[in-house]
């Protein structure tokens, strides 16, 4: 298989060389190095063009560099950057008028990273479960999902299933159930095996398990089945969300989107976790929204950040948020992506490589037809950056398809010629 590998320039790996030498090595990256972006595109460091299929895991959807979320940070960056929440600035009012106007809540509670969103609203359900539902103190338990990915930190690898992940870093955060993704059931017995239920933790789509869009209705029922043991719904669209699966939300239900986001009340979660594409990929920004009666149990000195909700991050995240209803994003991904998985499905018939393609809006998938741990996808990774397309494999043999949601028809296309090119090679 070595020779299939273009060969690297001598400057690229000298590059690696030294991530590996003075990096940890978290991740194993896929072997290109870039130094420059633009809409679509990213170049290397010797002048190559890439289209980028995996927008830093859905954070840049507004396209790399989009000039109006880089004017805004600039002009933040030069008049105020950061003050803590020791003081009031003069951007975070504006902010969070405007996110909580944006996504129908009543109030956000601004903080850097998904992961930190995510741990912010588990402090938040719990909190609210003693202070409002009166569970028992330290009795509270939130329910989540088999396969989950919602980030790092220790309490949430607690619920995590990758062993990968979990190994050696324990002990754990107690107070998890986990149940099957997808299965209405499952979620009704543990609501009704106990009274101690604070809420219920999911995925709107498994992104990192490897796109899982779950059966239709699955969240409406879910959210109808909190809301009748009074156990909070909790949506993590850190990467489903701001319009990655062709609505603003993937818990807008079936609203169409046109003008922002009036939420379907069948399916609007209690509490919303939002992160990647909050700041179009220039600077971590993640959110947690719900109504009053929920983050009101929050009091000063109770939950922080020193950089949360800082003036950069607010000016960057309104502009990213503009930058969806500008161009219309939502309305893009839902009509691109039809287009794209129409054109895998067709690749498909004709190369068995491909034994699945799933996903919604911009947010795909394929599957490709061998084991989990084979080294296939990986492969078929590196050929597709030899034509000029960067994708990486999640969970062994599935390859995430999620370009910036500013492409074009005629760049899919080109995409969908360079992906079966790529596949061809390996008949
Ligand atoms: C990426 C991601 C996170 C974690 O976000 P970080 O910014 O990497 O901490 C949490 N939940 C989901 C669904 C994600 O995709």
Not at 316 to 332: C, F, G, P, S, T
Request: glycine share 8%.
């Amino acid at each position: 298989m070595e020779q299939i590998h273009q060969r690297l320039s001598s400057k690229s790996e000298e590059l690696i060389a030294k991530e590996n030498q003075y990096g940890a090595h978290n991740y194993h990256s896929l072997p290109v190095v870039l130094e420059r972006g633009e809409g679509v595109y990213v170049w290397d460091i010797d002048g190559k063009k890439y289209f980028d299929f995996l927008s830093a895991y859905s954070a840049v959807n507004q396209g790399h560099c989009h000039p109006k979320i880089v004017d805004a940070m600039i002009k933040q960056a030069q008049t105020l950057t950061l003050t803590s929440r020791a003081f009031f600035n003069d951007q975070l009012g504006k902010y969070e008028e405007y996110i909580t106007n944006y996504f129908n809540f009543d109030k956000v509670l601004p903080m850097n990273t998904g992961a930190e969103a995510v741990e912010t609203a588990l402090k938040l359900c719990r909190k609210w479960a003693y202070e409002v539902k009166g569970i028992p103190e330290n009795q509270a338990q939130i329910i989540v999902c088999e396969n989950n990915f919602h980030g790092r930190t220790t309490t949430i690898i607690s619920f995590s299933n990758d062993e990968t992940a979990r190994k050696s870093f324990g002990p754990f955060t107690d107070g998890f159930i986990k149940i099957p993704y997808d299965d209405i059931e499952a979620l009704e017995n543990v609501l009704k095996s106990s009274t101690n239920i604070a809420g219920f933790l999911v995925e709107p789509i498994q992104g990192e398990a490897g796109v899982y869009v779950p059966s239709e209705g699955y969240l409406a029922k879910a959210k109808a089945l909190c809301k009748q043991h009074n156990t909070l719904f909790i949506a993590d669209e850190v990467q489903t969300g701001i319009a990655r699966t062709g609505r603003l939300l993937a818990t807008c239900g079936n609203c169409t989107c046109k003008n922002g986001c009036e939420n379907t009340p069948e399916i609007k979660p209690d509490i919303l976790i939002l992160g990647k594409a909050l700041s179009g990929g220039v600077y971590p920004v993640s959110a947690v929204l719900a109504n009053n009666e929920i983050m009101n149990v929050i009091k000063p000195g109770q939950h922080g950040s020193t950089f949360g909700g800082n003036p950069i991050a607010a000016a960057v995240a309104i502009a990213a948020l503009e930058v969806i209803k500008d161009e219309k994003l939502a309305d893009n991904s839902a009509y691109l992506g039809n287009i794209l998985r129409n054109g895998l499905n067709e690749i498909a018939q004709r190369n068995s490589l491909i034994t699945l393609v799933r996903g919604k809006g911009l947010l795909n998938a394929i599957v490709i037809n061998c084991e989990e741990n084979s080294n296939l996808a990986w492969e078929v990774c590196m050929k597709f950056s030899e034509y000029g397309l960067l994708a990486k494999p999640t969970h062994g043999n599935k390859i995430r398809l999620a370009p910036p949601l500013v492409i074009t028809e005629s760049q899919i296309n080109e995409c969908l010629a360079i992906i079966e090119k790529a596949l061809n090679d390996f008949k």
